[in-house]
């Protein structure tokens, strides 16, 4: 779904930041935010996803010309050797042509141009027209600049909430590339009507309407089911254990995010996972599926049907 420069190579600097304490033992495995903004863009609707897109492009020009510019200057008043005031000018003519590249693309985008949006382990990618870009600045220290600025600008047109776990400036470890989910209704004859999708999760409705609607809500279950599993992944690679016997999900009153109880130790997650906190009966059904994305699974693969769906729209 979404969930490397990002398919190709951002730039940003991942790293996996965890902190088990002593006293709640609580493991944080944090994302970054503009990995968590990119994975809710593939749900959202064309205008957020044109309007992160030009926010992106303009974040990633502002950078490079920022970069270019005082290359210019320091080129004017130093007093390099010759060879490398031509390797200076080499480097300005190219990022000069990727600086032109980024303002073509953004002109294409607000004339209209096909987008699609993916990301992967390292890098925010944009499919403008057949034109891929990968979103990034010439540096780490503006790799980290260029994040802040998208979601900042992002956020100040819409409520980004809901789209963040909790603390600041995040990055994350483990986000594998996906393609986006598709799906098809299935009409049996009977009372229930199904939606399948490419990710093996079949979900049952009373009714066809508001199918648009319906699509949506199993969009959202889904990326909160790959979150969830990139962040097991996680902390397998740390050698904590999960005990999927007793693995369950509980909010506390006026708590944003949901605690994962992963053993009987005590250890536990804290993600944004609207409906599998609310409806704590779907996770056991599910375990089956989380097992076979993070490549443990043990049986053949079998599509997972996701009963009483309807509940799924209320927000």
Known sequence: MCVGKRCFVLGLSLCLAWLARADDK?????????LQLTAQMQIADTEQQYEFARIALTAAYESYTDILERARR??????????QRQKIRLWNRSTQAYVDRLGGLYHALDSGAALSIQFSQQNVLLFIGSKPVVIDGPSESANRMVER???????????CAAYFLDGGPQVVQHTRQKTPVSGDWLFTGLAKVRYRTSVGLIFEFDSSAKRPAKKKACLRLIVELELLAAELIN??????VVDWDTMAIENRSNAALSRVLLNQQGHFLKLSLPLLGRYKDLLPGLLPWLRREMGIAQTAWEDIVVVQSERLLTR
């Open 235 to 240: 902390i397998d690679r740390l050698g904590v």
């Open 74 to 83: 320091d080129l004017r008043l130093s007093v390099k050797g010759r060879r």
């Open 149 to 159: 600025n998208i979601v900042q600008a992002f956020c100040r047109l819409y409520d």
């Open 26 to 34: 609580e493991i944080r495995i944090t994302q970054s935010q503009l």
